[in-house]
């Protein structure tokens, strides 16, 4: 399972680390097929990032400190246009032969982040 975490979500003692799942365990996925949700920044909002983790368990509640929950890695990006309250950005995940691609997409402005990940060895 994939997830990305979002900067607003706390843990059951005050920790920011709460997250949505893009891809459950399970699932069949195509090579190269995005995976992807849209969200909105707080206005003055200049920075995000954006945290993926990977478990082999089915059923979790969300949480990254749960047990058996691991980081992949980090995608920060940049947030122009704090002026516009009209900001959204895509952000996904599609899975290659050999890596896993985090991507974020301004859709006001176009601008594009990427980061490569390779996969877990250990997991998969």
């Not at 709460?18 to 920044?41: A, E, H, M, W």
């Not at 920060?76 to 050999?98: A, C, E, H, K, Y």
Request: proline fraction near 4%; glycine fraction near 6%; charged fraction near 25%.
């Amino acid at each position: 399972q994939y997830y990305w975490k979002s900067s607003d979500d706390l843990t059951h003692d005050g920790k920011n680390c709460k997250f949505k799942t893009l891809v459950k365990r399970g699932t069949v996925i195509k090579l190269d097929q995005p995976y992807s949700f849209n969200f909105k920044p707080e206005s003055k909002q200049t920075t995000e990032s954006f945290a993926i983790y990977y478990t082999q368990k089915h059923n979790i509640e969300g949480y990254c400190d749960e047990p058996g929950v691991n980081r992949l890695g980090i995608l920060n990006i940049d947030l122009p246009d704090v002026q516009l309250d009209s900001r959204s950005i895509n952000f996904g995940l599609t899975f290659g032969q050999d890596e896993i691609i985090a991507f974020t997409r301004n859709e006001l402005n176009r601008q594009e982040h990427m980061a490569t990940f390779c996969y877990p060895d250990y997991y998969f």
